[in-house]
């Protein structure tokens, strides 16, 4: 696709005639002359310019607009070559991304530099003011204590508050390391009865049974139980409830068609219920030659003293 012009390019994307007439040179519509008709489309103007031998390419990088002699001719200025320079990556060598490389390249003698009489009036510490040095020696990191407040005593209130919080009368240490495991008792061997009863208890699995035949049952029934033989009370229970005398199952999906119902001949009624509905297109519905056509009816008909009365206009 050839690049826009100065004049935007979404036109030229639209029109691709317009854009075709705007990348062929002067001396080719020079050549074709007249036979090119004004409703054209692009392909039958690609098919005439093949036919005179102008080559044509698509998708090309060359500009729509043909560029002047001076303009390929001129040199450009300092100023514009310093602004078509590229912008500098500065993603490639000189980020380090958390690397033990350095951001920036140094030069070689940078580590080897003296600083500036600037550098190092910056680089000196801070100094204490004249008022802070008086109130507070810089020898002591203490303040000095004045020698009422070392003779001083202490009020029963005072000493109340200064005595520590005693620990709760339940209150238990933290316990020692676990209890040191002698020689004799490390080196000791279990008793028969003690291995015995260290074993873990063995417990019937009562969930699960064996795997047998599908017909079994999956419990297994005592033979007493298989031989009972049940009372008139547990024949009773066991039998299924019943439904109620007036219960209607429900009718099936389909249902046979009778005879009779077969041979039936429809009345005159059945067979005028049975005409669909006849409903009028709605081009002709919305149709009404007579729609601004005054009735006769209407020409003799005299107005009550109530009509007239609301037609009269509103007096402001």
């Known amino acids: ?13 639209q ?9 062929i040179p002067t001396t080719t519509w020079t050549a074709l002359g007249n036979s090119v008709p004004e409703k054209m489309s692009a ?3 690609a098919a005439a310019l093949y036919s005179c031998g102008e080559p044509l390419t698509w998708g090309n990088q060359e500009t729509i607009w043909t560029l002047s002699r ?10 514009t070559v310093a602004l078509a320079k590229p912008k500098q990556d500065f993603g490639k060598h000189q980020c380090s991304c958390g690397r033990e490389s350095t951001t920036w390249e140094c030069p070689p003698l940078v580590n080897f530099g003296f600083p500036s009489d600037r550098l190092l009036k910056l680089s000196e510490p801070k100094k204490y003011q ?14 000095p204590v004045s020698p009422a407040a070392l003779s001083y005593k202490a009020s029963p209130r005072i000493l109340e508050l200064a005595r520590p919080k005693a620990l709760h009368p339940e209150f238990l240490l933290a316990r020692e390391v676990p209890t040191q495991v002698t020689n004799v008792a490390a080196l000791a061997r279990a008793s028969s009865r003690l291995q ?19 017909e079994s049952v999956i419990r297994p029934v005592s033979k007493l139980a298989q031989e009972a033989i049940a009372s008139p009370r547990t024949l009773e229970l066991a039998r299924a409830k019943g439904l109620h005398p007036d219960y209607v199952p429900l009718r099936d999906a389909e249902w046979p068609v009778t005879k009779a ?11 005028e219920l049975a005409q669909p509905c006849k409903r009028p297109p709605m081009g002709s519905a919305q149709f009404n030659p007579d729609a601004f056509t005054v009735k006769e009816t209407a020409k003799k008909a005299t107005c009550s003293a109530r009509i007239q009365d609301l037609a009269r206009p509103i007096k402001h």
């Open 130 to 143: 004249a008022a802070y040095l008086q109130q507070r020696p810089c020898q002591s990191p203490e303040w």
């Open 1 to 13: 696709m050839a690049a826009a012009g100065p004049r935007g390019g979404y036109e030229n994307l």
């Open 70 to 79: 001076g303009a390929v001719t001129a040199q450009p200025s300092p100023r």
């Open 261 to 271: 119902a077969k041979h039936a001949v429809a009345t005159p009624r059945l067979m």
């Open 15 to 23: 029109n691709p005639r317009k854009q075709l007439v705007q990348t």
């Open 196 to 214: 015995r009863l260290a074993e873990p208890r063995v417990r019937k699995v009562t969930c699960c049974y064996k795997h047998s035949f599908p």
């Open 43 to 45: 392909q039958g103007m």
